[in-house]
């Protein structure tokens, strides 16, 4: 199979992903990789998309095993795989689908890791401290009081527009994966958080227009790189360094798992699945009965642990 033919497959598949589903530009690129490293398995065993078996696909399944990816990369690898190959039976392309049958990893046992709300507490309180200029403090406290006060996912905090933030607003509008938009409420430390950035901001911004001529940027967290605002990976490296100053081991630390204790603190002092479902932006709310499994553990581990009876011999 030709490199060039692989590419025509793999462009008009992820096309139609984007134009057909509105498909997250992140998924589109994590499509794109997989079915680039499929591709370059099938050449290398002198097939191709259009001739590839059921047998060429298990093959590369059972590869990917052998290298000791994780059980969630194999099965986005494995979804990619068939999604590509129903497109190509729905254009026409082929006349079956190799991968059909197919079974994926089971879904790992691991329940999501999770901060405590004290620790939460010191990843805000370094927040206000760690910068080197006082609009960086101040940035870094509205990233934190945002991240935590809403649960939104690292790409949804970082590409937020300033717009939705203008006027002291008690709810945020979010756009999240697959250009779906929620409302999530603010609460009192995050609508100050935002005051104060956005006066600090603003001031930059003017400042750059009257030395430059910069036109104003449309993001809240705005910056010179290609995307127009603060990146994840620069977001991930940021959050990284406040956890080291508030004398938490960085890896323990990530934005998603904040994330994880904006939903497990929830639900934790009484609120409801389904509103936090809504709040986290989950298509099902089995995806989000994952946090009941952790606070299960939690009281378990709590029972075991303080309990008087807990080390009792029988």
Not at 132 to 150: I, K, S, V
Not at 265 to 294: C, F, K, P
Request: proline residues 4%; contains cysteine; glycine residues 8%.
């Amino acid at each position: 199979m030709s490199g060039e033919e692989a590419a025509r497959w793999i462009s008009a598949f992820l096309d139609a992903q984007a134009a057909e589903l509105d498909a997250a530009r992140n998924t589109l690129l994590a499509y794109g990789r997989d079915l680039k490293s499929f591709a370059d398995h099938l050449d290398r065993t002198g097939t191709s998309f259009a001739k590839a078996t059921k047998a060429d696909v298990e093959a590369f399944m059972i590869g990917c095993e052998s290298e000791g990816l994780a059980a969630a990369t194999r099965a986005r690898r494995l979804s990619a795989i068939k999604q590509i190959f129903r497109f190509a039976f729905e254009e026409g392309w082929r006349r079956d689908n190799p991968a059909l049958r197919i079974s994926g990893p089971g879904k790992s046992g691991t329940l999501p890791q999770t901060l405590t709300e004290k620790q939460v507490q010191a990843l805000l309180q370094a927040a206000t401290t760690h910068g080197r200029t006082e609009a960086d403090r101040r940035r870094n406290t509205c990233l934190m009081e945002l991240l935590y006060a809403t649960g939104m996912r690292v790409s949804e905090l970082v590409s937020l527009p300033v717009a939705a933030a203008r006027g002291d607003p008690r709810m945020l509008l979010v756009l999240g994966k697959g250009g779906k938009e929620r409302m999530v409420p603010l609460s009192l430390p995050a609508r100050a958080a935002t005051r104060a950035w956005l006066n600090a901001r603003d001031e930059i911004e003017e400042t750059a227009r009257l030395a430059t001529g910069a036109k104003p940027s449309r993001f809240l967290f705005p910056s010179r790189g290609t995307a127009g605002h603060l990146t994840r990976h620069r977001f991930h490296g940021l959050i990284k360094e406040i956890a080291v100053a508030a004398g938490i081991s960085p890896g323990r630390v990530t934005p998603h798992r904040l994330r994880h204790a904006f939903a497990t603190h929830l639900l934790a002092n009484g609120a409801d699945l389904r509103a936090i479902q809504t709040l986290l932006g989950h298509a099902d709310v089995s995806t989000t009965e994952i946090y009941t499994h952790v606070l299960e553990e939690r009281l378990k581990d709590l029972v075991l642990t303080h309990h008087p009876l807990a080390e009792r011999d029988d």
